[in-house]
């Protein structure tokens, strides 16, 4: 199973792409900002890395400028940010701008991890809501309820 760490200093983004990849198969670490990501980077075998690029602290560029020269450098990582064009870092595999779609997420994740798409996999995308490929979190997060999250691990 590829276990992906979600970086992002948003609760909100934590806790609904957390949601979002587990119900696509994923194990997924979240951390609330860049030094907790590089301290679960560090301790943890991470697949993908998804990072926001401006966090308090730590930012998406130095935990990008951490793995790359770290002893797993080649570890994927992927930006996302409300300001894509800002990024010239080759650092990162992959820039996602705000609001994204979780299919692109998902595409991206699937892409570095090689995983096999599958029926099954497409099945589990489209058990929430059909229109879950083209939504932003945003958009997913008003198809859940509070009875959704209920019992969720939140980091």
Known sequence: MCTV????????????????????????????????????????F???????ICMPGIGGKDVARHIRNSSRGATPVVAISGTPWMLEDADFDKVLAKPFPLKDLYDIIEHFSNKTYNKMTENRLMRFEPKLYSQTPTEYSSTIGPQDLRGFPCP
């Open 5 to 44: 760490l979600i970086i992002d200093d948003e609760q909100t983004i934590l806790t609904l792409l957390n949601l979002a990849l587990t119900e696509f198969g994923y194990s997924v670490e979240t951390a609330a900002d860049g030094r907790e990501g590089i301290e679960k980077f560090d301790r943890k």
């Open 46 to 52: 991470i697949d993908i890395v998804i990072t926001d």
